[in-house]
């Protein structure tokens, strides 16, 4: 069963926001997973969680970003 959670901690590349919103099965607000969505709910930024054991951030779809 997947869960929305709103980790204070992740900032978004694209407009340096804190406000993203993340969808995980297995995550809390302290541990993400790679391959979670996310969305960045002040530029609607989205794109995945990307971690690798230590920490994890979100990683913004190229398509969305402006060139």
Do not use: Q
């Not at 869960?3 to 804190?18: A, G, M, R, V, Y």
């Not at 997973?33 to 002040?42: R, V």
């Amino acid at each position: 069963m997947s869960k929305t959670l709103h980790p204070t901690w992740l900032t978004c590349e694209k407009c340096d926001s804190s406000r993203i919103e993340v969808t995980t099965e297995r995550g809390n607000d302290e541990w993400l997973y790679s391959g979670d969505p996310a969305k960045c709910l002040d530029c609607s930024a989205t794109g995945i969680i990307e971690a690798d054991g230590d920490a994890a951030w979100f990683e913004v779809d190229e398509e969305n970003d402006d060139v």
